[in-house]
């Protein structure tokens, strides 16, 4: 802990934030978590799964325990996450048979489990919560024609039941609980992967970029942006190609919101690698990455990884984090602290 705070060296910069379980809050692993981050996003316990007890209604008691622990903290939190193929309740959009609900039931449904876990995070930890990821991961196409959004959405529950404009939809109502809140400034964000792909990257723009205008046309009074952050989950390897990741922060600079680096991490090539050129890679990756992060910290508000240390990571066979199983600096590590030193 006498190393330098990540989270100081960007302090001009954006926010740097971390994913976490409860266990990450106690002991060294918070002391470390305290150390380098001012922001958190809940690894899984503010998925839609976690919401609800057996019979269906809304439980939260499991969440809020970690989201109080947050605030005692005084980390802030990105909420994550509304509305999702993954970890979310199949009754939410489908009978038990598999067919899809009627339109009116599953938009009932979203929208329910949309104003709940809004009001109750806003209840236990208010202005803390300073964005949330409204949609996650809903394109997931063949990319044949990007542009075409539409032709490129994931054949997902909440695709089947309600229809294209689920997204929009999401949205819409994420906003009006928000604004009911007095949470005019709450980030609204829509969340992908593969993020350095062009063809993904120009799918996500063209969809935002549309959903975007479309609010603008119905709601000329308004001047914000429907879609206000865009979420680069940033899950790369070291064969990332950083321009890449360059090109699609130049596109998403265009939509004028919000860019979050929501859930980074580097995998290296082969599993259990431990070998020193392997590491050495991914550090350079993570040198080059904040190199380009720094370049347009103007756009981007906060650089997230996706967990504390290799050991607990969802790709922990690949060991793509800056800490270690014993939470020792790795060199990955001291690429993100000092990038040109690093190069
Ligand atoms: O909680 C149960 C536990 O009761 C059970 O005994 C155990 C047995 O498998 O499973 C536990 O649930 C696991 C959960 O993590 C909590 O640990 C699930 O199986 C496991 O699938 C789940 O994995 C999470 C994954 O999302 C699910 O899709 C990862 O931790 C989490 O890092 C990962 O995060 C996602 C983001 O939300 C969205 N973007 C991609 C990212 C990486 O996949």
Known sequence: LDLAQIKEVYEDDFLIGNA??????????????????????????????????DDGSFDFTGSNELVERVAEEGLLLHGHVLVWHQQSPEWLHSREDGTPL???EALDNMQAHIR????????VYGDGVISWDVVNEALDGDWSNPEDWRGQLRDSGWL????????????????????????????????????????????MYSMIKEINEQYADENPDDT????????????????TNPENVRLSIERFIELD??????????????????????????????ASLFQIYDEYSDHISRVTFWGLNDTNSWRSDRSPLLFNDTLTAKQAYYAVVDPEGFL
């Open 160 to 203: 089947r039941a309600i229809g294209e404009d689920y997204i929009y939809e999401a949205f819409k109502y994420a906003r009006e609980v928000a604004d009911e809140l007095g949470r005019e400034d709450l980030v609204l964000f829509y969340n992908d992967y593969n993020d350095d792909q062009q063809s993904k990257a120009i799918a």
């Open 257 to 286: 919101i919000e860019i979050g680096v929501t859930e980074l991490d580097v995998t290296t090539l082969t599993p259990n690698e431990t070998i020193e050129s392997e590491l050495e890679r991914q550090a350079y990756l993570y």
């Open 102 to 104: 009627s339109r009116d």
């Open 20 to 53: 976490v379980s409860m266990g990450d809050l106690e002991g060294p692993r918070l002391d470390l978590l305290n150390h380098h981050h001012n922001l958190v996003t809940a690894e899984n316990a503010m998925k839609p799964s976690y919401a609800y007890g």
């Open 224 to 239: 914000r942006k429907l879609i206000s952050g865009v979420g680069m989950q940033a899950h790369y390897n070291a064969n």
């Open 116 to 123: 709940n876990a809004m009001e109750n995070y806003d209840a």
